[in-house]
């Protein structure tokens, strides 16, 4: 994979120029390339697959003058699932949901309190398959601010933001293994700060930067 100082550019642009960015964001969700994906499939059977439960998350862009911002979270530590981790506000998909997109706004306000009014829909990626069991979409969604959050703090212990531009050096696509309950597993990490953001989360904006650098047109 290549840096592309030109994307990062073009996600940077001023205000001025935010309309053109949304609209070639929209463009690139709708169309992706064929280009590698790397999801939690490697480690699943297919019979895994066919039976995962359906999700949802919301990738939030944040319109900051200095350029896209990714909006997450961190889990709270005594969660049943993935208690502790960076993530992205979302969650299964319920059975009043009409569909995920719907679930990703629902779950965004019932984490951060982001009213769904202020999210503008850019897109979907490519399903995201987490091998504890779940078939993720991953829903992406612009934000412009002011806005105010607020926090369930039962699921969520801290919500933050990190330049978009960030994740899109594949420097810091840092490609892990490790051993759980006899099984081999492999997956992203990214750092940032104090933070360690992997899993679905990394692999999830590895694919968002995959899909957006392979056409820069």
């Not at 929209?26 to 480690?43: E, N, Q, S, T, Y």
């Not at 892990?176 to 081999?184: E, I, L, N, S």
Request: hydrophobic fraction near 40%; aromatic fraction near 8%.
């Amino acid at each position: 994979m290549r840096s592309h100082p030109a994307l990062i550019e073009r996600l940077d642009q001023d205000s001025g120029h935010r309309h053109d960015l949304k609209e070639w964001l929209k463009r690139r969700l709708a169309d992706p390339a064929d280009v590698p994906h790397f999801d939690g499939r490697i480690m699943m059977t297919p019979e895994d697959c066919a039976n995962a439960t359906p999700a949802a998350v919301l990738v939030p862009l944040v319109a900051r003058p200095e350029g896209l911002q990714v909006l997450l979270t961190r889990r709270t530590d005594h969660l049943s699932d993935h208690a502790g981790q960076i993530s992205f506000p979302g969650g299964r998909v319920e059975s009043q949901d009409a569909s995920e997109v719907v679930t990703a706004l629902r779950e965004t306000e019932e984490e951060i309190g982001l009213p769904r009014h202020q999210i503008h829909l850019l897109g979907t990626l490519r399903e995201y398959f987490i091998p504890t069991g779940y078939r993720v979409i991953p829903v992406v969604g612009w934000i412009e601010p002011p806005f105010q959050l607020n926090i369930d703090p039962f699921e969520v212990a801290e919500v933050f933001e990190v330049p978009l531009a960030y994740f899109f050096n594949p420097a810091r696509h840092i490609l892990q293994q490790d051993v759980k309950d006899g099984r081999m597993r492999q997956y992203y990490a990214i750092p940032w700060q104090q933070h360690n953001i992997w899993g679905a989360t990394a692999g999830i904006l590895v694919d968002l930067y995959q899909i957006l650098s392979d056409d820069q047109g």
